[in-house]
């Protein structure tokens, strides 16, 4: 068995930083791609930052300039530094990865259960 497990969320006012952290967990041959979604009461889930396994990383246009994804592959953790908070960015933060459990198997995605960022103005 795979988990997730996102830490970090709360409540911050604007202008304020979070960090996320979110570790990997169980059987795991290999991760790939890891990321960071969040959704917003509301609407749908959306990209908020991934980055592959060599470092190659990808914002959302709302976040660029704000937010840095990092990650660590020996300890299989990804961050999300969050930083110039609006209030726009509340959402329920959920981690992602894409991990091949065994070497017989293809990568799969895996998700966290989420982690609730509030921003107050």
């Known amino acids: 068995q795979v988990q997730l497990v996102e830490s970090g969320g709360g409540l911050v006012q604007a202008g304020g930083s979070l960090k996320l952290s979110c570790a990997a967990s169980?059987?795991?041959?290999?991760?790939?791609?890891m990321g960071w979604y969040r959704q917003a009461p509301g609407k749908e889930r959306e990209l908020v930052a991934a980055?592959?396994?060599?470092?190659?990383?990808n914002y959302a246009a709302s976040v660029k300039g704000r937010f840095t994804i990092s990650r660590d592959n020996a300890k299989n953790t990804v961050c999300l530094q969050m930083n110039s908070l609006e209030p726009e960015d509340t959402a329920v933060y959920y981690c992602?990865?894409?991990?091949?459990?065994?070497?017989?198997?293809?990568?799969?995605?895996?998700w966290g259960k989420g982690t609730l960022v509030t921003v107050s103005s």
């Open positions: 992602n990865a894409n991990i091949r459990p065994n070497e017989l198997l293809r990568g799969m995605d895996y």
């Open positions: 169980g059987s795991i041959f290999s991760i790939y791609a």
């Open positions: 980055i592959t396994r060599g470092g190659t990383t």
